[in-house]
Each structure stands twice: as C-alpha cells, then as structure tokens.
C-alpha cells in the first residue's frame, strides 16, 4: 500500500498532543464521478472556502473501513461498498497539536439513506458535487495553497491522482 507523509507548513510546530486516526473515501456515484464537499470555514483555523473528500474520525472499537462507511452515510446520505484500500497518508494539524493517521478508500455509492450530519465538522459542509476524476484533479490544482485549503490540497491532491490510476486500472473510465 503506498503511504504518504506531509508536514504542517502553514501554523507554527508546538508539538504533538494527541493522534486521529481518520477514515475518508473517494466516493464513485453511478456515472463514475467522485463526491467532493464544498467548504466553508469562518473559525480558529481560517476563514476560507475550500473542497474535501468524505470521511472523518474513526470512533473507538471501530475498523478503519467500517468508520468510512459510516462517514459516508452521514454526510453524502448514501452507504457506499468499499472496492479497496487506496492509501495511507499521515498528515498535521500543528493548530490544535494534532497527528493526523487518514486511509483513504476507494468505495462505490449504493442506497440512499439520507444525510445525518454528527459532528461539529460536518457543519462546515456547504454542499457535495460530484465531479468526473479529471475536472475534481483540475478543482484542487486550482485550491489555494495557503491555510487549511493548502495542508487539505497536500493532503488529497496526491490521493486523487492515485484513484484515476485505480480507476483506470478498474476499467471505470473509457
């Protein structure tokens, strides 16, 4: 499994206090178009507009792919079938102390179930789109670089490119 590291350049290092393990998905809807969130943040972290996967904290006795599903019901409203595994990626949060510890999944919506929005984070959710692989690539190149937009560009730009490889390799795009 291919795993990717990235540092906090955007707040100041105070050290580490506490590790998240997080769950998130690149989430294909029938056409093979990825679910992205449109975010709108006004708190301690910044005032900006930015895009983000789906998926969140993996909750106590909970399996990485398990919390994903469960993310997903949550905040696209809809279960989704996991295909695979794309990815580990250990990230920061130098704001708040915090090492982040994300697998990213490569998952299939299936019935609806409807959104049911459970945490404080999921309020800053202001819509999901869905978008081909390649204009969702062209979306977070655009991404600003600055703040919580950049460490979340740094993060999922590399994580997107390789679910176009994987879903090239899957036969999901002609």
């Known amino acids: 499994m291919q795993e990717f590291?990235?540092?906090d350049d955007q707040y100041p290092f105070t050290g580490v206090t506490h590790i998240r393990p997080i769950s998130r998905a690149i989430v294909l809807d029938e056409e093979n178009k990825v679910a992205i969130h449109v975010i709108r943040?006004?708190?301690?972290?910044c005032n900006q507009r930015y895009f983000e996967t789906p998926g969140g904290g993996v909750d106590e006795g909970e399996t990485y792919e398990e919390a994903v599903v469960r993310e997903c019901e949550e905040e696209l409203g809809y279960r989704v079938e996991v295909l695979e595994t794309l990815c580990d990626v250990r990230d920061f949060y130098n704001l708040i102390g915090r090492e982040n510890h994300n697998r990213f999944f490569l998952a299939r919506r299936k019935e609806k179930v409807g959104k049911h929005f459970a945490?404080?984070?999921d309020l800053f959710i202001q819509e999901t789109i869905y978008l081909p692989i390649d204009v969702a690539i062209a979306l977070y190149e655009k991404q600003d670089d600055t703040l919580v937009a950049g460490l979340v560009k740094q993060r999922e730009l590399p994580v997107l490119r390789l679910a176009k490889a994987r879903m090239k390799a899957l036969n999901f795009l002609l």
């Open 5 to 7: 590291f990235f540092t």
């Open 41 to 45: 943040r006004d708190d301690m972290f």
């Open 119 to 121: 945490s404080s984070g």
